[in-house]
């Protein structure tokens, strides 16, 4: 698996500008989010490359936790 399929279903990540990108195959979409009725890309893969619209590094725990999954390592139940 991927930190994709851990997080599916929660919406705590930050997003901070109204750009996304257009997927020309949407096979390589594999997150999006609402925005009113549009559904927007939020994250893609094509083989081991991924990228996302977010900001993990600002969304708190939710994207320690995401970015250790890419690393297959456990945060720490404690934050200094």
Same mark, same amino acid.
């Given at each position: +698996?991927?930190?994709?399929?851990?997080? &599916?279903? @929660?919406?705590?990540?930050? =997003?901070?500008?109204? !750009? #996304?990108? %257009?997927?020309?195959?949407?096979?390589?979409?594999?997150?999006?989010?609402?925005? +009113?009725?549009?559904?927007?890309?939020? &994250?893609? @893969?094509?083989?081991?490359? =991924?990228?996302?619209? !977010? #900001?993990? %590094?600002?969304?708190?725990?939710?994207?320690?936790?995401?970015?250790?999954?890419?690393?297959?390592?456990?945060?720490?139940?404690?934050?200094?």
């Amino acid at each position: +698996g991927t930190p994709f399929s851990r997080e &599916a279903g @929660r919406n705590a990540f930050y =997003f901070v500008h109204s !750009f #996304h990108a %257009e997927v020309t195959n949407p096979e390589h979409r594999i997150a999006t989010h609402r925005l +009113g009725d549009a559904a927007i890309t939020s &994250a893609v @893969r094509r083989d081991n490359v =991924f990228g996302v619209q !977010f #900001h993990p %590094e600002r969304s708190a725990e939710t994207g320690q936790e995401f970015l250790a999954g890419f690393l297959g390592a456990e945060v720490p139940s404690e934050r200094v």
